[in-house]
C-alpha cells in the first residue's frame, strides 16, 4: 500500500492524502491567490478539520462539505456556528484541545495555539472559540502537526512529547503569525526534522520566507512544495 501525501494548496491549506485513498482537507481557503486552479473545485472531499474561524482558513468549508456530504471537525464554538450556516448538527465532530476523533482511519487531534479564532458580522465580530492545532495520525502511516495560526509557545514541547509528529507544519509569514525566527525555536522545541512552511507570500505582509528558515534551522529539512506540488510522506 502507497504511503500518505502531502500537498499544499496556498496560504495554510492543505489536502492529506491517506495510503487508503481518503482524502482530508485541512483549512480549506482554495479561493486564496496562490492556490492553483485545478485545485479549486476537488473532485473529492473525504473529511474537513479546521484549525479556527477566519475566513483564510474556514474558506470555502460550508460549500464544499454541502457537496461532498462529509463531515467537518472543529473546535466546538465554530463548529456549531458553522451549523448555523448551513452544516449539520454533529456534536461527534464538534472538538475541543486535547480530544481526538477516528475519521476512519485518519485520527486527529486538537492541540493549543495562541492566535484569535473569529468572524465579523453585521460589523461585529463574533466569537468562534479559541485557535487550535491539530495533529494528524494517517492510518498508522505518518503523525503530522498542524501549527495553525500561532506563535511560539512553551507548550510546543509537550505536543512534541506527546504525539511525536513525523512532520510539522509552521506558520512562518510574520505579522499575523510567527516568521522564520520563532518558527526555529519551534522546531526545536517540538524536537522535528521535517518542517513544511506555510502562511507565507500570499499578501505583501507575509514577508517571511523558507531559505530565511533554513539559515536558522540547519537540523532540520525544510519541505516547501510550490503551491499544487505533493509530498510522498
Not at 464554538?77 to 448555523?84: D, H, M, N, S, V
Not at 506563535?151 to 505536543?159: A, Q, S, T, Y
Not at 526534522?193 to 529539512?221: I, K, N, Q, S, W
Request: glycine share 12%.
Amino acid at each position: 500500500m502507497a504511503g500518505a501525501k502531502l500537498t499544499w494548496l496556498g496560504h495554510a491549506a492543505f489536502r492529506v492524502e491517506a495510503p487508503s485513498g481518503r482524502r482530508l482537507y485541512v483549512d480549506p481557503w482554495l479561493g486564496n491567490p496562490r492556490c492553483p486552479e485545478n485545485e479549486r473545485e476537488p473532485e473529492r472531499v473525504d473529511v474537513i478539520a479546521l484549525t479556527h474561524g477566519h475566513d483564510d482558513h474556514v474558506g470555502e468549508t460550508v460549500e464544499l462539505a454541502q457537496r461532498f456530504g462529509c463531515p467537518v471537525y472543529a473546535q466546538v464554538e465554530l463548529r456549531g456556528w458553522l451549523a448555523g450556516k448551513g452544516l449539520p448538527e454533529e456534536p461527534t465532530q464538534a472538538m475541543n484541545k486535547g480530544g481526538t476523533v477516528d475519521a476512519d482511519g485518519i485520527a486527529i487531534t486538537m492541540t493549543d495555539a495562541n492566535h484569535s479564532s473569529s468572524q465579523f458580522e453585521n460589523g461585529a465580530p463574533v466569537y468562534l472559540g479559541e485557535p487550535a492545532g491539530l495533529v494528524v495520525g494517517v492510518e498508522g502511516a505518518v503523525r503530522i502537526y498542524f501549527a495553525g495560526d500561532t506563535n511560539v509557545f512553551g507548550d510546543m514541547e509537550l505536543i512534541g512529547r506527546l504525539y511525536e509528529p513525523d512532520l510539522v507544519v509552521l506558520p512562518i509569514g510574520d505579522h499575523y503569525t510567527m516568521g522564520p525566527k520563532e518558527a526555529a525555536l519551534a522546531v526545536e522545541l517540538l524536537g522535528a526534522t521535517r518542517m513544511v512552511p506555510c502562511h507565507y507570500g500570499t499578501f505583501p505582509l507575509l514577508t517571511g520566507t523558507p531559505d530565511a528558515c533554513r539559515e536558522r534551522m540547519p537540523g532540520c529539512e525544510v519541505l516547501a512544495p510550490a503551491p499544487g506540488e505533493t509530498i510522498e510522506l
